[in-house]
Nanobody, 115 residues
Framework: QVRLGESGGGLVQAGGSLRLSCAAS????????MGWYRQAPWKERELVARITSDGSTNYADSVKGRFTISRDNAKNTAYLQMNSLKPEDTAVYSCLGNLFGRDYWGKGTLVTVSS
């Protein structure tokens, strides 16, 4: 069974950095598109960044220039480097991976940015 597991969340001060990882297990085939989503309290889930299997990326306007998504296909892992964090970046960050037309979600990791 394909599973995604996130790690790297935590508490950081405004202006700081964190790196999130999302590792896929249960498959030897590289995921197709992988993405990071986030959901803050009382808000809808939103796409943060997405990367295709060939490395094409897109970002939410609110994180452009601060966040960078990347992936290591050999490890079937996606990363989200988050710099210049702001309190409004506080949310549960979840990883989404697509394989053969099916979406798989991780359980999420909490990122808290203090002012």
């Amino acid at each position: 069974q394909v599973r995604l597991g996130e790690s790297g969340g935590g508490l950081v001060q405004a202006g700081g950095s964190l790196r999130l990882s999302c590792a896929a297990s249960g498959t030897i085939i590289s995921m197709n598109a992988m993405g990071w989503y986030r959901q803050a309290p009382w808000k809808e889930r939103e796409l943060v960044a997405r990367i295709t299997s060939d490395g094409s990326t897109n970002y939410a306007d609110s994180v452009k220039g601060r966040f960078t998504i990347s992936r290591d296909n050999a490890k079937n892992t996606a990363y989200l480097q988050m710099n210049s964090l702001k309190p409004e970046d506080t949310a549960v960050y979840s990883c989404l991976g697509n394989l053969f037309g099916r979406d798989y979600w991780g359980k999420g990791t909490l990122v808290t940015v203090s002012s």
